[in-house]
């Protein structure tokens, strides 16, 4: 695949998906990674060796397109995987499978507390990811707050976030830090449950039922990337996102 293009996500900081503060600003935004266009081989050489020279580059990418990337830009990848765990999973949930999508990155690429609407094998291939999960009833502790979308632009002083819309705005976990405390200003519930801890390592798989609450971060090891493939299902009963409605209450 060395010369087949990919959507690659490049940010600053090393967060793809995060609420930040926008330049010369007092407001906090919600912020979308700059999606580039690159070789496979290129990619792979560029995110590879930042994690091996240990530089602090002027931008982190980060394979994380999602929308059944694996399908859409990684096709050829297909032969090499067997199609076990989607039927057992499909028997599992009952419901279709959504996408598969894989993820390449270093240990530099980290994502905030989210939770997504989907149930969740994640398969790692090589390197680790690390998990903190919390339970969907512990959104009252997550201080969710609405945050105005912008995304990376390049200029000639780097990455920086650009408004898109005012009217446009996406519900978000204020916390920012893996285990944070509780402190002046902060809405967060004063008692933070410990997270559970979980690292998933090449050759295992976690199943991450759906709207739990996880931040992740990774590493990558000798070979300088983590790789890894996932299989989102629909929620088979809509009785889930009703008690997530009534905890919203």
């Known amino acids: 695949m060395g010369e087949q293009q990919i959507t690659v996500a490049a940010t600053p900081d090393a967060l793809a998906q995060a609420q930040l503060p926008g330049p010369g600003s007092p407001r906090t935004f919600f912020v979308l990674p700059l999606e ?3 070789r496979v081989a290129e990619a792979l050489s560029q ?3 930042a994690e091996i020279s240990g530089g602090e580059e002027a931008e982190v990418l980060y394979v994380q397109h999602q929308n059944d990337s694996l399908t859409s830009q990684f096709e050829p990848l297909m032969i090499d995987i067997t199609d076990h765990l989607s039927l057992w999973a499909r028997a599992a949930f009952g419901t279709a499978q959504e996408a598969t999508n894989f993820w390449l990155g ?23 990811k690390h998990f903190r999960l919390l339970a969907p009833c512990q959104k ?10 912008a995304r990376y632009k ?12 005012p009217a446009q705005s996406v519900p978000w976990s204020s916390v920012r830090s893996r285990e944070p405390a509780a402190g002046p200003g902060c809405r967060c519930h004063p008692c933070w449950p410990t997270p559970l801890h979980v690292t998933v390592r090449a050759g295992e798989v976690l199943y991450l039922p759906a709207c739990t ?7 990558a090891g000798e070979e300088g990337c983590a790789i890894a493939v996932n299989y989102w299902f ?13 905890l919203d209450q």
């Open 36 to 38: 580039r266009k690159l």
């Open 47 to 49: 995110i590879c060796q």
């Open 106 to 128: 270093n240990s530099r690429s980290s994502t905030s507390y989210h939770q997504d609407y989907y149930e969740n094998i994640y398969c790692m291939v090589r390197g680790c």
């Open 140 to 149: 009252h502790r997550m201080d969710v707050r609405s945050y105005p979308v």
């Open 154 to 165: 390049e200029s000639a002083a780097g990455l920086h976030p650009v408004l898109l819309s």
């Open 213 to 219: 609450w996880h931040h992740v971060s990774q590493s």
């Open 234 to 246: 629909d929620v088979a009963s809509d009785k889930l996102l009703s008690l997530l409605a009534t």
